[in-house]
């Protein structure tokens, strides 16, 4: 069975790969490996396939960066080309991004069924881009895969027929438990100058965050308050970037004496980083689950999660845009104060081999 699996953006890099390395080593598959390019910069991109062991990418697509809908045709333009010439048994895409929701409409017009890993996942903010692409993949998908009970839940609220659904776990979990050592080799905490269990983390790059001015001033507010009593690092996103300079921001963070920006890291420093952190600042989905598993208390700053888990379970909470929220939360942190969490039911590095099972099952049952 020849299944194209999707990759496009940093986040689906550590989904797909376990998946990409489970079906290689069964006979029964032939993995077949998509780069659509929407994460174009080299530490956004490359340096993942050169850490997570990914061999060069059968079809890189280059598509680039453009607004949502010239990003989206300009994948299912480039897919389509490779599925009529491939002609694939299956597609495989994750997450929520461009390429999930661009490459499942390809196939599914196509009649070759879609594998969604990392189905069911809700936000009910609809005013979310990710939202959109989530619930549209979930719809047209004939296999969902998803990496807590919520996502069975949800699915079967909308109406998704069971028979369609099933309960994998996290395949994001199966990379970090499998690259866990080889990131305890980096010496990213000496080159920052930091020590361990003593300095903040922060990832931020939504729209509703760095595009809205008013935001991304409340919470530049929340940092440097915290920066006073511990170093915050800040790994910059290609977008905070840009919008840091449109709106003419780099003076409050010069301001900032305990407050370093680095650029985007590689999979193992950035991992380092975040397993030894004090309390990880992000509006990032993937972050709230890998803060979730090393027991690292983590402030979401979004209104809402998609990954409610996290939560009820985990490390995570919410604490908006709220500059005072921010503050106390981290606060109780500094004290000691901590959230205690476990690790979800199936985040047991095991999700991709129940993956290979599922494509078996599938294709017994459909002949």
């Known amino acids: 069975m020849k299944v194209i699996l999707v990759v496009g953006a940093r986040p689906n890099f550590m989904k797909v790969g376990p998946v990409y390395f489970a079906l290689k080593d069964n006979s029964l598959f032939r993995p077949y490996l998509v780069h659509t390019g929407q994460h174009y910069d080299v530490n956004l991109s490359k340096v993942f396939f050169d850490h997570l062991g990914f061999p060069k990418p059968d079809r890189y697509l280059g598509v680039g960066s453009g607004t949502h809908g010239v990003q989206t045709a300009k994948i299912m333009i480039q897919f389509e080309k490779v599925l009529f010439e491939e002609k694939p048994d299956a597609v495989l895409v994750a997450g929520d991004v461009n390429s999930t929701i661009a490459c499942a409409l390809d196939a599914v017009k196509m009649h070759i069924p879609v594998a969604h890993l990392e189905a069911g996942l809700r936000s009910f903010d609809r005013k979310m881009p990710e939202e959109i692409n989530r619930i549209l993949t979930d719809s047209i998908s004939?296999?969902?895969?998803?990496?807590?009970?919520?996502?069975?839940?949800?699915?079967?609220?909308?109406?998704?027929?069971?028979?369609?659904?099933?309960?994998?776990?996290?395949?994001?979990?199966?990379?970090?438990?499998?690259?866990?050592?080889?990131?305890?080799?980096?010496?990213?905490?000496?080159?920052?100058?930091?020590?361990?269990?003593?300095f903040g983390l922060i990832t931020l790059h939504r729209p509703s965050n760095v595009d809205k001015v008013e935001n991304f001033?409340?919470?530049?507010?929340?940092?440097?308050?915290?920066?006073?009593?511990?170093?915050?690092?800040?790994?910059?996103?290609?977008?905070?970037?840009?919008?840091?300079?449109?709106?003419?921001?780099?003076?409050?963070?010069?301001?900032?004496?305990?407050?370093?920006?680095?650029?985007?890291?590689?999979?193992?420093?950035?991992?380092?980083?975040?397993?030894?952190?004090?309390?990880?600042?992000?509006?990032?989905?993937?972050?709230?689950?890998?803060?979730?598993?090393?027991?690292?208390?983590?402030?979401?700053?979004?209104?809402?999660?998609?990954?409610?888990i996290t939560i009820t379970q985990g490390t995570n909470k919410l604490v908006g845009t709220d500059t005072e929220k921010i503050i106390a939360e981290t606060d109780k942190i500094l004290r000691g104060n901590n959230k205690k969490g476990q690790i979800p039911y199936k985040w047991d590095g095991n999700t991709a081999q129940r993956v290979v099972k599922v494509f078996k099952e599938y294709w017994k049952k459909s002949g």
Do not use: W
Request: proline share 5%; aromatic share 8%.
């Open 142 to 198: 004939q296999i969902l895969l998803t990496p807590s009970q919520d996502g069975n839940e949800n699915l079967m609220n909308e109406g998704i027929s069971p028979e369609k659904i099933y309960f994998v776990g996290n395949a994001m979990i199966d990379s970090l438990k499998k690259h866990e050592k080889e990131a305890e080799n980096s010496n990213i905490i000496n080159k920052l100058n930091l020590e361990k269990d003593g």
């Open 217 to 308: 001033k409340k919470i530049i507010k929340a940092f440097y308050h915290i920066q006073r009593s511990l170093p915050l690092i800040f790994p910059i996103h290609p977008r905070t970037v840009k919008m840091i300079k449109k709106f003419s921001l780099q003076d409050e963070f010069d301001r900032m004496k305990n407050f370093q920006f680095v650029e985007p890291l590689g999979y193992f420093d950035f991992l380092k980083l975040e397993k030894y952190a004090k309390v990880v600042l992000t509006d990032s989905g993937g972050i709230q689950e890998e803060t979730t598993v090393l027991n690292v208390p983590c402030l979401t700053i979004r209104e809402n999660t998609e990954r409610p």
